[in-house]
């Protein structure tokens, strides 16, 4: 091969090449963001569950915003205490506070006061059994009671207790929301501690209809709606606690409930009555 080819075609490879390279250093530098240092500090630090319980989409987001100081590390409610302060330290910020929320059940309805109005044979996943006509249970808004909730629960803040129903343990909830996610009923709500007052009950039908499915179930007698008005109102054949109204919260709300379908709830306790509880491990 004729030397000054060789020479030519390596110079034309060789040009071509350094204007790519060129290219590149030239975008590089004019679309180049600088990330501050600290994210993969803070995000080092930060469980890596990507939960979504703090309200971002992951701890990536939660360390950015922390960073930017529009967060308070006490939002990451999945680290224990030495971390949010480690993560405080680090940024020299305080660790702040933030107001506990925990996902509640609406739904009392249990093996021992719900009917079940068939057996379900199928494969053992409320959303299989919601598939196949709504579940087995007579009232079609009711808790299936086949645990895909504390199956999603990946902080073991929630166990199915003897009665079929999933019973959440506030001091170890997260509301990360995998447990809204996951049941095909609608039936978890994550809510602020402080909100004591709760609506165990979906069921649309009213009085008798309503509760001979279900002895626990709203009736809608407007008794509780007559005790505290303007924070609950009668909607569908339900009671509807406005929570925008939380100041105006008190149990007097449910003393005259016939059927125990509302319910006050101390933030510190497990959600739900004796019955409820009845075989949680503690």
């Known amino acids: 091969m004729n030397p000054t080819t060789v020479l030519l075609s390596a110079g034309i490879l060789g040009g071509v090449g350094f204007g790519f390279a060129a290219l590149i250093a030239l975008a590089h530098r004019r679309f180049y963001v600088w990330e501050d240092p600290r994210i993969d500090g803070v995000a080092g630090r930060l469980p890596g569950n990507n939960c979504g319980a703090c309200g971002l989409p992951g701890c990536r987001a939660f360390a950015e915003q922390l ?5 308070v590390p006490a939002g990451c409610t999945v680290s224990n205490a030495d971390g949010r302060q480690e993560i405080a330290d680090y940024l020299g910020i305080e660790v702040g506070s933030v107001a506990q929320r925990v996902a509640r059940l609406l739904c009392a309805g249990g093996h021992d006061v719900a009917v079940q109005q068939a057996d379900y ?4 996943t409320c959303s299989a059994a919601a598939a196949v006509a709504g579940g087995g249970k007579g009232c079609s808004w009711g808790c299936l009671g086949l645990g895909d909730c504390a199956r999603a629960c990946s902080f073991d803040a929630i166990w199915m207790n003897d009665m079929g129903l999933p019973v959440v343990r506030p001091d170890k909830c997260t509301a990360c929301n995998d447990c809204v996610e996951s049941c095909p009923k609608d039936l978890f709500v994550i809510l ?6 709760l609506v165990q009950c979906r069921n649309l039908l009213e009085g008798e209809a ?8 709203c009736n809608a007698c407007q008794r509780c709606a007559a005790d505290a008005p303007g924070l609950i109102s009668i909607q569908n054949g339900l009671a509807v606690i406005d929570y925008s109204q939380n100041n105006l919260a ?3 709300a449910t003393a005259r409930c016939p059927t125990g379908a509302i319910v006050w709830l101390d ?3 497990f959600q739900g009555s004796a ?6 491990a503690s």
Do not use: M, N
Request: net charge negative.
């Open 250 to 252: 008190s149990p007097v």
């Open 267 to 269: 933030g510190a306790q």
């Open 67 to 71: 960073v930017l100081g529009k967060v």
């Open 192 to 197: 602020p501690i402080e909100q004591h007052l």
């Open 275 to 280: 019955q409820q509880l009845e075989g949680v």
């Open 121 to 124: 044979l199928g494969l053992e």
């Open 210 to 217: 309503a509760t001979v499915l279900c002895r626990v179930a």
